[in-house]
């Protein structure tokens, strides 16, 4: 049990070390391609990925049982939209030195989740998890009162769109993998549309005439789905509150990077504004160990 238990600590924590910093610096190398077309690569190689991978671990079985029921079809194209959302406004700010401020959307996120189960699933909330999340919301508010002109809404849109996104499948409670590949073919249309309209007005940057970087290009797919089954079996493993603890790395290692790497501006504001969130943070974390 506990040789199990270990294991998941260390899948989580692979899974997390990977959002934070292999995929940051993956991303960010790709940002001359323009976000736009790395956003619909993304978009079109996790597709494949998945179907890949759904062939290889003999899930169609349970792809076919989730697609037989029209509510989850229609939860799971909302959560679709999320899912682009945020896979779309993340790139963004990695391409746009705004890697620090979309590391404060993780750092909120856990805790706009317990919020969020509280308003939605009537899960009890005591003073510690109150405190935190009065915390995250004076954080915001010191953020739109005094800092209006470089606001991180970049943050909240990831931070909001990924939290609503765990409350929708937390909702239909589906194959997690199996859900994102059922997610990725509603948004492939469109990218392969997007993508045309890119080759068609001779934007590309894919191409069969730079096969070394179209190879780099399609690694989009599996950068995004390696850490998703390495955190998810960390979480079958060892628990959702230890991974859930685990899962701060990512946003520490994206905040680390955007200041002592990228060299990103960070206001005094800003600082605050952060001060707030891991004070939150220590505390959520603290009661999430001592309850679990």
């Not at 077309?37 to 003999?58: G, K, Y």
């Not at 590391?103 to 989740?113: E, H, N």
């Not at 045309?196 to 989009?220: Q, R, T």
């Not at 600082?271 to 939150?280: D, M």
């Amino acid at each position: 049990m506990n040789q199990q238990f270990n294991k998941g600590l260390l899948y989580a924590s692979l899974g997390s070390f990977w959002w934070g910093f292999i995929g940051v610096i993956y991303f960010k190398y790709l940002d001359f391609i323009g976000y736009i077309e790395v956003v619909i690569h993304r978009c079109v190689w996790t597709a494949i990925t998945l179907i890949l991978t759904t062939f290889f671990f003999s899930k169609w079985k349970i792809f076919f049982l989730i697609i037989s029921n029209k509510k989850n079809l229609i939860w799971l194209f909302f959560s679709g939209i999320l899912i682009f959302i945020n896979w779309g406004i993340w790139i963004y700010a990695v391409a746009t030195n705004r890697i620090i401020d979309a590391s404060f959307g993780y750092f909120i996120m856990p805790i706009l989740s317990v919020f969020l189960g509280y308003i939605f699933f009537d899960e009890k909330l005591n003073k510690k998890r109150i405190f935190s999340i009065s915390l995250v919301i004076i954080s915001i508010v010191i953020l739109l009162l005094f800092n209006l002109k470089t606001l991180p809404w970049v943050g909240l849109i990831v931070g909001f769109s990924w939290g609503f996104y765990n409350l929708i499948r937390k909702k239909i409670n589906v194959d997690t993998d199996v859900g994102l590949l059922i997610e990725s073919l509603f948004i492939l249309p469109f990218a392969l549309i997007a993508f045309y309209l890119i080759f068609k007005n001779g934007f590309n940057d894919f191409s069969f005439d730079n096969p070394g970087l179209s190879l780099f290009i399609l690694l989009a797919g599996p950068m995004t789905v390696i850490p998703l089954f390495l955190y998810v079996r960390g979480v079958e493993l060892s628990g959702l509150g230890p991974a859930g603890m685990i899962f701060y790395i990512t946003p520490t290692l994206q905040f680390l990077l955007g200041y002592f790497y990228y060299n990103e501006a960070f206001s005094i504001i800003k600082l605050v504004s952060f001060i707030f969130i891991w004070i939150a943070v220590i505390i959520y974390l603290k009661d999430l160990y001592e309850t679990n």
